[in-house]
């Protein structure tokens, strides 16, 4: 199954790769691949006509180049995301933009995918809901760090308020792993 996989170390001794990314139980979480079944995953996708090698991306921090931080940056993404505009669009002489929903579009996307529960309540994607809380989780520490450095008032309480949001979420996904386990239908009224 192809799909997308952070892999951020080696172990020589054990020859297999350390990755981040939802594990066989839909769980999210540290995996251990083993390099032999990293080859035969892409021997696989190769044979089938499904291994892209522009979808290989290797990314490396270059201590040499400074990475200021640009509040411009910031604005901008915050009106792409209200907007539902494709952030990507900005990025089209690196790269093709990528085509999909944006922003607080994706909320639609969201709340149409819960609802199929309803109909096939078997269907239990955890990933959904662990994205929407990793947003929340990423956007409050920007804002921690937006008060830190004064662009935003503290006193005006934007990051406490925000709090809620990000407890909001977590509780979503942790009723969606509830539901999973119990395979209670009433979790989903």
Not at 100 to 129: H, K, M, N
């Amino acid at each position: 199954l192809l799909h997308e996989l952070f892999i951020y170390g080696f172990d020589d001794t054990d020859a297999c790769v350390s990755s981040l990314g939802f594990q066989d139980r839909g769980d999210f979480g540290i995996l251990k691949i083993s390099c032999d079944d990293l080859q035969r995953a892409f021997d696989a996708s190769a044979k089938n006509n499904e291994y892209d090698p522009d979808g290989l991306r290797i990314f490396a921090l270059d201590k040499i180049v400074s990475y200021a931080f640009d509040i411009h940056v910031v604005l901008e993404g915050l009106e792409d995301y209200v907007l539902s505009q494709n952030t990507s669009e900005r990025f089209r002489m690196l790269a093709e933009p990528i085509d999909g929903v944006f922003g607080l579009a994706t909320y639609r996307c969201l709340i149409e995918a819960c609802s199929q529960l309803f109909v096939y309540p078997e269907w239990y994607d955890i990933r959904p809901l662990h994205i929407l809380w990793e947003h929340k989780v990423c956007m409050l520490a920007r804002i921690r760090y937006l008060e830190s450095e004064k662009y935003l008032n503290v006193a005006d309480g934007l990051g406490n308020l925000y709090v809620t949001v990000e407890v909001q979420a977590r509780t979503l996904r942790m009723m969606m792993l509830k539901l999973r386990v119990s395979r209670d239908t009433e979790i989903l009224k």
